[in-house]
Nanobody, 114 residues
């Protein structure tokens, strides 16, 4: 059973930066991603990274956010720069296991003040 543990959320002023981390344990994961959900809105994909390093981003974060992973540490990162109030949300780590199972972290709150 894969477990995902996020860290790095918090409160930051607009224009600031945060880095989120997600550590995977208990199994092999292939695709990893960050999703977010703001109050009253649907959960949306922020960024995704495959085991080979291929990435894709939501249009709203392109040029500001960078996803990366350290396979040796089973850790995924999301560097968030030039944060905006509309980036405020609960950010959740997602991973797909080698047998196609979906796994989710508990979520970490990111709040950007104007």
């Amino acid at each position: 059973q894969v477990q995902l543990v996020e860290s790095g959320g918090g409160l930051v002023q607009a224009g600031g930066s945060l880095r989120l981390s997600c550590v995977a344990s208990g199994g092999i994961v292939n695709v990893m991603a960050w999703y977010r959900q703001a109050p009253g809105k649907q959960r949306e994909l922020v960024a995704r990274i495959r085991s080979g390093g291929f990435t894709n981003y939501a249009d709203s974060v392109k040029g500001r956010f960078a996803i990366s992973r350290d396979n040796a540490k089973n850790t995924m990162y999301l560097q968030m720069n030039s944060l905006k109030p509309e980036d405020t949300a609960v950010y959740s780590c997602y991973a797909r296991g080698s047998y196609g199972n979906d796994y989710w972290g508990q979520g970490t709150q990111v709040t950007v003040s104007s």
